[in-house]
Nanobody
Framework: QVQLVESGGGLVQPGGSLTLSCPVS????????LGWYRQASGKQRELVAA???????DYSDDVKGRFVVSRDDAKNILFLEMRHLRSEDTALYFC????????WGQGTQVTVSS
């Protein structure tokens, strides 16, 4: 098992940008699709972005066109570049495999507010 440690969150104004990072293992990269999930207060955790082992990507309708998932295979890091952030993007963001194979990390808080 891998300890997932997400980072890069923070407080940003509407319309701003953030890039999240999540170190993963080479075996995770080779064997699983990887995803970014988020959980807003009082809501269920949802998948917002995913990348397959062959680098195909997919996004939830809420973030399509604004978020970009990428992966650095040399460093085994998963990224989520978030642009044009909205207040409804405020949530705790997590990375994990698809399907879920690793224990959840602590997440990184993204707060979009003026």
């Amino acid at each position: 098992q891998v300890q997932l440690v997400e980072s890069g969150g923070g407080l940003v104004q509407p319309g701003g940008s953030l890039t999240l990072s999540c170190p993963v293992s080479s075996s995770m990269v080779a064997l699983y699709a990887l995803g970014w999930y988020r959980q807003a207060s009082g809501k269920q955790r949802e998948l917002v972005a995913a990348m397959t082992t062959s680098r195909a990507t997919d996004y939830s309708d809420d973030v399509k066109g604004r978020f970009v998932v990428s992966r650095d295979d040399a460093k085994n890091i998963l990224f989520l570049e978030m642009r044009h952030l909205r207040s409804e993007d405020t949530a705790l963001y997590f990375c994990n495999t698809l399907p879920i194979e690793q224990p959840w990390g602590q997440g990184t808080q993204v707060t979009v507010s003026s």
